[in-house]
């Protein structure tokens, strides 16, 4: 029986009585926010709080300065670890390329007799330890900087400077090595 045509926003419902059921399991409505923390709801504008503020997981709430501080210090130090991670890859990715490999081909030459010519091949392979290692690097690189954003979208001020303070001391720390300014492979700003 196909029930995509039917329409009921024509019935009545005020009969209905649901004082009865039990609603206790019902996780994530109404003011049920985060996995249980009643009443919680998601800031929509940035506030410099340090009560009830769920960092990621329910079990990362910080309910006073010290949670506060620590969880800053943390979250600098990976937005650091995070430029850190980038140079780092771009360094693996230029190791890998130095890999040149000469050969020698028979090319015609003049009155089509055989040359030989060394040639030099560079790049890397799709099955290649080198590519293996990027392709995980490039995971992580992804799973930090979503995190990164994610923490950031907790609107709470002070999180949101320890993320901008952390990739500034990460950019600082590592970014001189860096031989390209401008990253083409940025996934998060």
Known sequence: ??????D???MDHSNMDHSNMDHSNMEGMGTEGHGGHVGMMMQMSFYFGYSDVVVLFDGWVINDIGTLIGSMVGICIIAALYEGLKVFREHLLRQSMVTVKYHSVAV????????????KTTGSRILSLPHLIQTLLH????????????????????????????????????????????DINEHCH
């Open 1 to 6: 029986m196909d029930h995509d045509s039917m």
């Open 8 to 10: 009921h926003s024509n």
């Open 108 to 119: 015609p030459g003049p009155d089509n007799l055989p040359v030989v010519e060394t040639r």
């Open 139 to 182: 995971i992580l690189q992804i799973v930090v900087s979503y995190f990164l954003m994610l923490i950031f979208m907790t609107y709470n001020g002070w999180l949101c400077i320890a993320v901008a303070l952390g990739a500034g001391i990460g950019y600082f720390s590592f970014g001189w090595k860096r031989a390209i300014v401008v």
